[in-house]
């Protein structure tokens, strides 16, 4: 097991927001199209 070298990517700690600041986007909405096409997009 190597997941010690991912520097705690991991261990489900509060930092993993801070290392994949992309990750809120992908799990804020359940809803496929919404996570493909941004909400605040015109073209609905």
Do not use: Q
């Not at 010690?4 to 992908?26: P, T």
Request: proline share 2%; glycine share 10%.
């Amino acid at each position: 097991y190597m997941y010690n070298e991912w520097s705690g990517a991991y261990k489900g700690r509060g930092d993993k927001s801070e290392k994949y600041a992309f990750e809120g986007i992908f799990t804020r909405s359940l809803n496929s199209f919404e996570r493909v096409v941004s909400p605040l997009s015109e073209k609905i």
